[in-house]
C-alpha cells in the first residue's frame, strides 16, 4: 500500500451534499464521488477511476463556485492532486467485478460482507429495499418483539470533531415499533422482491415461549437468520437486553428457546457491558447458536448541560443511561472481537462484528481478527446508505493490492499478533522519531508535548525546526501522533545499553 496523501482535513468545509451541486456542474467528472471517497479513506479507488489525462488542469472550476459554500472547498486543487500524487503510485487498479467481497454467514451466502445493524437504519420495507438496491448485502433487521414500544423524544446525542462529524453517538432508542405481524409482512416482501439479500432477524423475547415462536415466525417469513438480542441496553423494564448478556445461564436458556423454534442459523448478540465477553459466548453456543454478533452500543452518559445539568439528550428536565456508538467505540469493539476470535471453545462459530465502522479500513481491521461479516449504523445515520460504494470498492481493491483472491484469506490474520497482557513485548530497542523538515510548519507543538506530556527530548533550533536530543529520547511516538503537518514519521533504531 502506497503512503496516504489525502485526508479528511484536506477537505474539511465539504459537506458531502445530496445531489451535489459540484457534479452537477462538472461535464467530466464526478467530484462528489471523489471527495467522499477522500472522506471515507479511499482516495486510492477514486484516483483508480480518473481519466488518464487530467481534466481539471485548465478547468476554470465551476464545480467550486457551484459548490453550496461556495469558494470554501478546494476542489479542483483535490482532484489534481488525485490524478498527480494519487493516481501514479497506484500499484493495481479497482478490479471490474467485487468478486473478492463474497462472503457468508454460517454457510448462507452473502453478495458481500456489509449489513446493516439492527437499528433505525433497517427498520422499514422502504429503507431496506433502498440500502439493498445501493448495495448492502443484507439488513439485521430491527429487533422484533410482543411488547409495546413508545419511544422518548428527543433520543439521539453526540460528540463531535473539530469539523462538526459525530465521533460519538448516543441513543435512547429502543426496539421495532411495528407489530409482529406487519414485520412479517416487510420479510416476505423483502425476500419475494430480493431474493438474493440476506435477511438477518434480531428478535427479543420475554420468556422461553417468546423466543422460540419468533424464531419460528421469522424463519416460516423469509429470514435467512436469526439474531438474538442479549445487548440493547435501553430497555424500560428490567430483565431484558444487556441484562440477559450479562448472565451466561440467561444466554444459554434462551438461546436453547430460540433453537427450538428454528433450523435456520442463530447468532447471539452480545454486550460489551461486560468484563470479558466469551462466557456468554460460550454460553450461547451451548444454547445452539451458530454464530457471535458484536458488539452492540457501550451504557454511557454525555453532555451535561452546564446550565440545567441535566445530560443529553434530554426529555423534559431528565435523562438516561444510553448507549454509545460511533467510531470513539471502535477499539473497544476490535478488543472484544480480538476475545471471540482468540478463543479455542469458539472456533467454527461464525463473528459478526460492529462498533464505529466508517471506512474500508475500519472493516478490514475487524476482519483481520477474525469477523466473517460487518455490520453497520451511526456511520449510516449520518452519511447514508451511499456509503457502501466506498467499504465496498477500498476494500476490494486493497485486497486486489495484497494478491488475496478472496475475503477469506485475509480473515483473523492479525490475531497471532496480540497478546492480552504486555509481557511478551520487546523491550531493547528504541525507535527514534525522524523530523521531516521540509514537511515542518515549525509550530513547535512536538516540543511542548514532549516537554509537558514525554521526555524533554525536543526542542526547537532557531530556524523553529525540532532537534532531538537522543540521550533522552524514549522512543515513545507522542511527537509522532500530535504533529499537525504529518511531519514526524518512526526513524531509526537503537539498542539499549545497560
Request: charged share 25%.
Amino acid at each position: 500500500m502506497f503512503e496516504k496523501k489525502l485526508y479528511r482535513a484536506d477537505m474539511l468545509r465539504c459537506v458531502l451534499c445530496a445531489d451535489a451541486p459540484c457534479s452537477t456542474a462538472c461535464k467530466r467528472l464526478d467530484p462528489a464521488s471523489m471527495l467522499r471517497s477522500i472522506w471515507f479513506d479511499d482516495e486510492h479507488a477514486a484516483a483508480s477511476r480518473f481519466p488518464f489525462e487530467n481534466p481539471c488542469a485548465e478547468c476554470p472550476a465551476p464545480c467550486e463556485a457551484a459548490c453550496v459554500r461556495s469558494g470554501e472547498v478546494p476542489v479542483r486543487t483535490l482532484m489534481t492532486r488525485l490524478h498527480d500524487e494519487v493516481k501514479p503510485e497506484l500499484e493495481v487498479t479497482l478490479p471490474e467485478n467485487e468478486d473478492r467481497l463474497r462472503a457468508e454467514m454460517c454457510g448462507v451466502p452473502l453478495e458481500n460482507p456489509f449489513l446493516l445493524s439492527s437499528s433505525v437504519v433497517g427498520s422499514t420495507y422502504d429503507m431496506c429495499a433502498r440500502a439493498f438496491e445501493a448495495g448492502w448485502a443484507g439488513v439485521s433487521f430491527k429487533t422484533i418483539c410482543n411488547f409495546e414500544i413508545h419511544e422518548a423524544s428527543p433520543r439521539f446525542s453526540a460528540l463531535a470533531g473539530d469539523n462538526g462529524s459525530i465521533i460519538g453517538f448516543k441513543n435512547i432508542e429502543q426496539l421495532s415499533d411495528h407489530s409482529v405481524a406487519e414485520n412479517m409482512e416487510i420479510f416476505r416482501r423483502l425476500k419475494a422482491d430480493y431474493p438474493t439479500k440476506f435477511i438477518l432477524a434480531s428478535i427479543m423475547g420475554q420468556n422461553d415461549a417468546e423466543w422460540e415462536d419468533l424464531a419460528r415466525q421469522c424463519e416460516r417469513n423469509g429470514a435467512d437468520a436469526i439474531e438474538l438480542n442479549f445487548s440493547c441496553p435501553n430497555m424500560a423494564d428490567s430483565g431484558l437486553g444487556s441484562d440477559i448478556g450479562q448472565v451466561p445461564e440467561l444466554v444459554e436458556r434462551f438461546t436453547a428457546a430460540a433453537r427450538r423454534g428454528a433450523s435456520i442459523p442463530i447468532l447471539a448478540k452480545l454486550t460489551p457491558n461486560v468484563a470479558k465477553m466469551s462466557p456468554a459466548a460460550e454460553a450461547a453456543k451451548r444454547g445452539g447458536a451458530d454464530g457471535i454478533a458484536a458488539i452492540n452500543t457501550i451504557k454511557s452518559i454525555i453532555a451535561v448541560n452546564a446550565h440545567t445539568y441535566v445530560s443529553a439528550p434530554a426529555v423534559h428536565g431528565m435523562s438516561a443511561v444510553g448507549g454509545y456508538s460511533g467510531n470513539a467505540v471502535k477499539p473497544i469493539a476490535l478488543r472484544f472481537i480480538t476475545e471471540l476470535g482468540q478463543n479455542p471453545e469458539l472456533v467454527g462459530m461464525h463473528l459478526s462484528a460492529m462498533g464505529g465502522v466508517e471506512t474500508w479500513r475500519d472493516a478490514l481491521e475487524y476482519i483481520l481478527l477474525g469477523a466473517g461479516s460487518i455490520q453497520v449504523t451511526t456511520a449510516v445515520m449520518q452519511y447514508g446508505y451511499r456509503i457502501i460504494d466506498d467499504l465496498k470498492a477500498g476494500l476490494n481493491l486493497y485486497l486486489a493490492e495484497k494478491g488475496f483472491s478472496c475475503l477469506e484469506e485475509a480473515r483473523g490474520i492479525g490475531l497471532d499478533s496480540i497478546s492480552e497482557t504486555t509481557d511478551v513485548l520487546e523491550r531493547d530497542t528504541i525507535v527514534f522519531p525522524m523530523f521531516h523538515r521540509e514537511k515542518c510548519i515549525g509550530c513547535g507543538r512536538c516540543a511542548i508535548s514532549c516537554a509537558d506530556g514525554g521526555h524533554q527530548a525536543i526542542h526547537l533550533g532557531k530556524d523553529r525546526k525540532p532537534v532531538l536530543d537522543g540521550k533522552r529520547c524514549v522512543g515513545c511516538h507522542l511527537c509522532v501522533l500530535i504533529c499537525p503537518a504529518r511531519a514526524i514519521t518512526p526513524g531509526r533504531k537503537r539498542i539499549k545499553r545497560a
